[in-house]
């Protein structure tokens, strides 16, 4: 059951071996754009990582919903859409989500 409690939405994306430096810089920088854009969003955090340990993900970004329905909204919003198929599709490998009550 989907409480209408604020939504945490954490995404860990693995870039393929052939990722450039510029595309993975246009996709942090796009993902640093999206509140602009999709006015749901009430906090995003994002970064690529620190490689302190080795098996994680590339890249991890967390963003922050009033509600589930602001976190629908998003999913649907144009920004998001034109981030995920034209900065993302091209150079991942890996995708994990989650959401939950924050």
Do not use: N
């Not at 970004?61 to 859409?81: C, G, K, M, N, T």
């Amino acid at each position: 059951m989907v409480s209408q409690a604020k939504v945490r939405h954490v995404v860990l994306l693995t870039w393929k071996p052939t990722a450039t430096a510029a595309q993975k810089r246009a996709a942090e920088e796009a993902f640093h754009d999206l509140p602009r854009h999709v006015t749901q969003i009430s906090a995003l955090s994002c970064g690529s990582a620190l490689e302190f340990a080795e098996g994680g993900a590339d890249f991890a970004a967390v963003l922050d919903f009033a509600s589930a329905d602001d976190w629908r909204a998003y999913q649907e919003h144009p920004a998001h859409r034109a981030l995920v198929a034209e900065r993302l599709a091209p150079i991942l490998a890996g995708r994990s989500v989650i959401q939950f009550d924050a």
